[in-house]
């Protein structure tokens, strides 16, 4: 089976050559194949920002090499890349980024128009996204009229509306009370178990126990803890 992500010896360098280099990522391997949960988590400064960047093909590595469901990105011109990030990858962010004019319809249905898919067929998805998140009956609303639970939802159901072969989520509790945190956090175990895959970029190891892998970032180097399964065997 093809990996969703795939990198080899993957490295990042800011300001190469100069007083100011950085060295953010050192030989990354990593796998992730599809339907998994995983986390990659460590604290800020550790390189799961700049990783994350790179498999959301946000970013271009210094070294090594990135496949995304089997595609090496390095080959791919800006694009080609654009397409690939509409849509095989869909992006859930800490601040919701929802537009306040818009209706949580409105706002799932967007990304659907970059892709060119024509609108009654936008709205029609937009609708069954929402369902999918529980938040059918929050079409209607515009972003000020939710909680931020229900806001976190609707940019779920915005990342899915694509259909992408993956969910990337950065800090997807961190603007949430620990009840709500809990409740989003459910929400990405349904949804793996749908066979969705999903990738949590967070600092909080609350976060990370959810997750059946877990991939902790420290001074750019990525070291995977063992799984929980694992730990359970006798």
Do not use: W
Request: with cysteine.
């Amino acid at each position: 089976m093809t990996p969703v992500i795939e990198t080899r010896a993957l490295g990042k360098v800011y300001a190469a050559g100069t007083p100011a280099e950085v060295v953010a990522l050192r030989d990354v391997d990593m796998r992730i194949d599809g339907g998994e949960l995983v986390s990659i988590m460590g604290p800020s400064g550790s390189g799961k920002s700049t990783l994350m960047n790179l498999v959301g093909c946000l970013d271009t590595p210094t070294s090594g090499q990135y496949l995304c469901g089997g595609v090496d990105v390095a080959s791919l011109d800006a694009e080609a890349r654009a397409r690939l990030r509409l849509e095989t990858i869909g992006f859930v962010f800490q601040g919701f980024n929802l537009l306040s004019r818009m209706s949580a319809l409105e706002n799932v249905a967007m990304p659907m128009g970059y892709a060119g898919v024509p609108r009654p067929e936008r709205l029609q998805r937009a609708r069954e996204a929402l369902d999918s998140v529980g938040l059918g009956d929050r079409a209607a609303h515009r972003p000020s009229e939710l909680s931020g639970g229900q806001q976190q939802r609707v940019a779920i159901a915005r990342a899915l509306v694509n259909r992408p072969a993956l969910l990337l989520a950065d800090e997807p509790t961190g603007a949430l009370d620990s009840r709500t945190g809990e409740e989003i956090l459910g929400l990405f175990k349904r949804l793996q178990a749908s066979g969705q895959t999903v990738v949590l970029i967070t600092h909080d190891p609350g976060v990370a126990e959810h997750c059946d892998r877990v991939l902790e970032m420290h001074d750019g180097a990525l070291h995977e803890q063992p799984s929980r399964h694992a730990e359970a065997t006798p």
